[in-house]
């Protein structure tokens, strides 16, 4: 009979069904760990957990491959961005202290606990944290002490090197600098100037502000919230590094700034019937941008007319079935957008 060799329609959405309520969420971006991901619970109680898990493309379904303890929920999950998988098999979670793991299956295990007050085993939590792409010795974390604090990691890829007693990777403050006036809730590294050098953050008093790590002395405000509502999060556009887009508490839009115009946004997205909680922008494009939010909606915006306003988003997934916590899209798989609501992971195929 005629059509029966014809290969079986690959599925737009894969689903997987966590036993908790999820909020963060990350992608793997090694090149042989195709379709990985981590997710962490969120349970407000101290026993939270991470899962590492992948899908079979066989069978078209997730399966956990790694399951372990994390004290308080994760605020942010991040893999090392090793795109060549030339560094260990690092993820990073950030919490009362950042935490830097060694993926294993079944065995996940803790490499080292960083805490930026070595005078008491008192940490301000943590917001967030990003993982410099350029640099993956760098991570930058920002906290509720209205603090970021620069890490230089020492990942110990000795060639051969057989895995004996102890951990490989350690950590140490490369500098710390108030920031903000008050807490601190995302800080992200720019691709600019080579990329390693610097970063922006937003906290509670409204601000973006920018930074060089080669003159910390002092910092530029490029946007301020006009109601001086706190910014909640921050992403750089990941092909030009003038851009970046940032949210603010409870607001059904999401900013788009220039760096080379400060102070006024170039576009406004608001096409959000409820609070937009999360941004991710295209991996492999300048002008694609998503946003999700508590309107149980995913949307995809194309921003190339800009500064002409821009009126609607060129694509819309509402079949979420709660509000959509996070969002990440793949940087090694930029046909995928995963979200997360409830207790579902989905990735959709744009």
Known sequence: MAGLNVAPKRKEIYKYEA????????????????????????VEEYNNKVQVISLDEDSAEFSAKSTFDHP???????W??????????????????????????????????LNNNKNSDFCAPLTSFDWNEVEPNLIGTSSIDTTCTIWGLETGQVVGRVGGPGNCVSGHVKTQLIAHDK??????????????????????????????????????????DPQHRPLLRLAWNRQDPSYLATISMDACEVVILDVRVPCTPVARLSNHR???NGIAWAPH????ICTAGDDHQALIWDIQQMPRAIEDPILAYTAAEGEINQIQWGATQPDWIAICYNRSLEILRV
């Open 19 to 42: 036993p908790w309520t999820l909020y963060s969420m990350n992608w793997s971006v090694r090149p042989d760990k195709r379709f990985r991901l981590a997710i962490g619970s969120f």
């Open 72 to 78: 308080y929920p994760t605020t942010k999950i991040m």
């Open 80 to 113: 090392i961005p090793d795109a060549k998988g030339v560094f260990p098999d690092l993820l990073a979670t950030s919490g009362d202290y950042l935490r830097i793991w060694k993926a294993g299956e079944p065995d996940t295990r803790l490499e080292c606990l």
């Open 183 to 224: 807490e601190v809730y995302d800080i992200a590294f720019s691709r600019a100037g080579g990329g390693r050098d610097m970063f922006a953050s937003v906290g509670a008093d409204g601000s973006v502000r920018m930074f060089d790590l080669r003159h910390l002395e002092h910092s530029t405000i490029i946007y301020e």
């Open 274 to 276: 409820a609070c937009v």
């Open 285 to 288: 494009s300048s002008c694609h």
